[in-house]
Nanobody, 122 residues
Framework: QVELVESGGGPVQAGGSLRLSCASP????????MGWVRQAPGQEREFVAA????????RYSDSVEARFKVSRDNAKKQVYLEMTKIEPEDAAVYYC???????????????WGQGTQVTVSA
């Protein structure tokens, strides 16, 4: 079991920015695909962003493309999500995902953390 720890969520005004962080204790972190999924109340968990181990393959959902940026620091075993131009529709619990690429981009990562809440006010 991999216990991921997310941080950085909180209240934000529409149009504002947030930076989410995730620490992963996975012994294979260096080779793992990492990313983010989110779940809004009453909705299914959905894919947000993914980055491969070399950071040369990155994918975003259409809804966050050009507004969010995913990055990772393999030495620190951390992955980040820079959120800009936040919209009310971005309000959700954001979960860090760890593991293999296909499940991650399908919104069902092999491992995920407890999540961090992002609340957006108009």
């Amino acid at each position: 079991q991999v216990e991921l720890v997310e941080s950085g969520g909180g209240p934000v005004q529409a149009g504002g920015s947030l930076r989410l962080s995730c620490a992963s204790p996975s012994p294979s972190f260096y080779f793992d695909a990492m990313g983010w999924v989110r779940q809004a109340p009453g909705q299914e968990r959905e894919f947000v962003a993914a980055i491969n181990w070399k950071s040369d393959l990155i994918r975003y959902s259409d809804s966050v493309e050009a507004r969010f940026k995913v990055s990772r620091d393999n030495a620190k075993k951390q992955v980040y999500l820079e959120m800009t131009k936040i919209e009310p529709e971005d309000a959700a619990v954001y979960y860090c995902g760890d593991g293999t690429w296909d499940p991650l981009v399908a919104g069902t990562p092999d491992y995920w953390g407890q999540g961090t809440q992002v609340t957006v006010s108009a």
